[in-house]
Nanobody, 126 residues
């Protein structure tokens, strides 16, 4: 069975840090790009970051560049999102997703991802 599980969310003060994890099973993890999306109340789900399953390329939304860092540990079937210098506007439910054959221009396109996790809540207080 294909599963993606996001974890590591919680409550943190502005300027603090959190590390999210996405653990996968049931598919060829190494061959899939893994993306992180987030959705705040009343807003559309948006792409945050992505890491390639082929050449290790990474992508970041402009709003998180310099603050977030994505990495993967294929031996553990896990992708991490290290979030630093958090802002109240980062508050959202964060989802991880898997895509095979993803191209550069599609990294933040929800429709290109095959599998989705349940999401984990991140709340940043002022």
């Amino acid at each position: 069975e294909v599963q993606l599980q996001a974890s590591g969310g919680g409550l943190v003060q502005a300027g603090g840090s959190l590390r999210l994890s996405c653990t996968a099973s049931g598919f060829s993890f190494d061959n899939y790009a893994i993306g992180w999306f987030r959705q705040a109340p009343g807003k559309e789900r948006e792409g945050v970051s992505c890491i390639s399953g082929s050449d290790g390329s990474t992508y970041y939304a402009d709003s998180v560049k310099g603050r977030f860092s994505i990495s993967r540990d294929n031996a553990k079937n896990t992708v991490y999102l290290q979030m630093s210098s958090l802002k109240p506007e980062d508050t959202a439910v964060y989802y991880c997703a898997a895509a095979q054959g993803l191209i550069y221009s599609d990294y933040d396109k929800r429709s290109r991802y095959d599998y989705w996790g349940q999401g984990t809540q991140v709340t940043v207080s002022s």
